[in-house]
C-alpha cells in the first residue's frame, strides 16, 4: 500500500516537472497618456472582418476580467452588451476600422448618447487569435476482453498572436498598441492511459495582455492578476 | 441476440446518430439604431422563407437540418420597424387591380444557404453564409429592385461546446449581418435610392417644420393632412 502510494506521489511529481511551458513577449508602443478616471469605463472588442480567423470571445472576456478585477481594476462593459446597444455599428462588416470613421459615426446623437451613459474612455479592439502550427506522434487505443488501453506519443505547437489597439474615444486619437505574442508545446504521452501535458498558450497570451493593458490605463495602479507561465 | 451483438448494435446507433446534427437556430436579436425612412413598408413573407429550413443533400457530409426561416422572421420584425415610420404585414403581393395601401412591399427570398465546418475547411471557424433576395415592389406589385444580399457569419471552434451550439452562433451571426447590412445599404440601391427621391415626403409633414402656411387653410396632399394628424417623419440615412 505504502509503495502504491509512493509510485502516484512519483507520478504526480513527474507531471508537474514535466508540465508544457509557454514563452510569452509583449511589446508596447505609447503615442499617448491614458486619463482614466474613476467612473470612467472602457470596451472591449475582438476584430472580427477577417475570413481566415475570428478573435475568440473568451480572449476578450478573459482579458476584461482581469482588468476589471481588484480595487485598481477598470470598468469594462461586455462586448456582446456594447454591440447590442450600439447594432449594427459594431458588426464584423461595420466596426469602424479607422478612427476618421468613428468620428462620423460619433456624429449621430442616439450613439454618443450611449457611449456616454456607458462613460466610455477608451475602445480598445483586441485582434488576432491562437491556433495550432504543428503536430506529430500518434497514439493509438485499443479494447479487448481483457480491457483497455492507449500506447504512443503525442505532441503540438501552438502559437499566440493578439495585438490590442487603444483608441481614445474623448480625444478621438489612437493612443497606442500592445501586442503579445505566445508560443507553446503540448504533449500527451499514453501508456495504457494518456496523459496530458498541455501548454496554456492562449490562457498565457491572455494574462500578459491583461497585464500589459492595465498598467497602460492605469500606470500607477497595480494588478490583482498572475504573470505569465 | 448475444452480448456482443447488442453492444455492436448500440455502437453502430450511436454512431450513425452522430452522422446526424439538427439545429432550430435561436437568439437574441438587438433592433438596429438608425432613421427612418418616411414610408410605409408591407411585409410579405412566402411561406419558403418564414419556415425555411436547410437540408444537407450530399452523402459526403454530415446530414445537417438547419431551420432558419423562424429566426430571420425575427431578426426582420426588429429591424424593419426600424427603418420605416410604419409597417404593416401583407397577406399577397399587390397587383395593379388590387393595389396595396403601403408604399413599398418587401418579400425576401433565400437563393442559396451553405455551411463549413472546420473540419472541412481546415479553419478554425464554423461559418454560414446565405444569398438573399430582397425583393421590393411598388404599392401596385410592380418590382423595383431585386437586391441580392449576402449574408455571413462566423465562430471560432475554441469558443463553442457542440457543433450545433457553434453553428447556431455562425447562423445568428450571419443573420445580425444580414439585419445590419439591410437597415444600412438598403437606401443605397440603386433602384431603391430613385424611388426615395422620385417620393420624397412634403416637408409640411414634419410635425417640427415650421409652419409657412396658414394652419386653418385645407391640406393640399395626403402628406400635408399627415402633418396635421401628427404623422412624425424622419431623413433618411
Known sequence: MKGKNLLYCSALVLMAALSACTSVTIDEYRQGTSHIVAGDSVVLLGRRHSSDYETEPDLVNCIGKIISAGDSGVNVVGEREFTDQLYPWFEPRTAPMSMKRLDQIAERKEFANVLENYKISYIIWIDGNTETTSSSGSIGCSIGAGGAGCFGFGTWDKESDYEATIWDYKNRKTLGTISADAKGTSYMPAIVIPIPLIARVQANACKGMAAQLHSFLKPNAGINAPGPQ | ?237
Open chain 2, 1 to 237: 441476440m448475444n452480448r456482443t451483438a447488442k453492444i455492436f448494435t448500440l455502437i453502430s446507433l450511436i454512431w450513425l446518430a452522430g452522422c446526424e446534427n439538427s439545429l432550430v437556430v435561436k437568439g437574441n436579436f438587438p433592433a438596429p439604431m438608425i432613421d427612418k425612412l418616411p414610408h410605409t413598408l408591407g411585409v410579405y413573407y412566402e411561406p419558403e422563407f418564414s419556415e425555411y429550413i436547410y437540408k444537407e443533400k450530399s452523402e459526403d457530409r454530415s446530414m445537417w437540418t438547419i431551420t432558419a426561416g423562424p429566426a430571420q422572421v425575427d431578426v426582420l420584425s426588429k429591424v424593419l420597424p426600424k427603418m420605416f415610420t410604419s409597417v404593416i404585414p401583407v397577406n399577397t403581393l399587390p397587383s395593379p387591380e388590387n393595389p396595396s395601401q403601403a408604399e413599398l412591399i418587401f418579400s425576401p427570398r433565400i437563393d442559396e444557404f451553405q455551411y463549413a465546418l472546420p473540419r472541412e475547411t481546415k479553419v478554425n471557424v464554423f461559418e454560414i453564409w446565405i444569398k438573399y433576395n430582397m425583393r421590393i415592389y411598388n404599392a401596385a406589385g410592380q418590382l423595383l429592385a431585386d437586391w441580392l444580399m449576402t449574408a455571413y457569419g462566423k465562430t471560432p471552434t475554441a469558443f463553442m461546446t457542440s457543433k450545433e451550439e457553434a453553428v447556431n452562433e455562425a447562423a445568428v451571426m450571419a443573420l445580425r449581418d444580414m439585419g445590419a447590412t439591410l437597415s444600412l445599404r438598403l437606401p443605397e440601391v440603386p433602384e431603391i435610392k430613385a424611388w426615395l427621391v422620385d417620393h420624397k415626403p412634403n416637408p409640411l409633414s414634419d410635425p417640427n417644420a415650421p409652419l409657412t402656411q396658414d394652419p386653418d387653410a385645407p391640406p393640399a396632399s395626403a402628406s400635408l393632412s399627415k402633418a396635421l394628424t401628427g404623422t412624425h417623419s424622419e431623413e433618411g440615412l
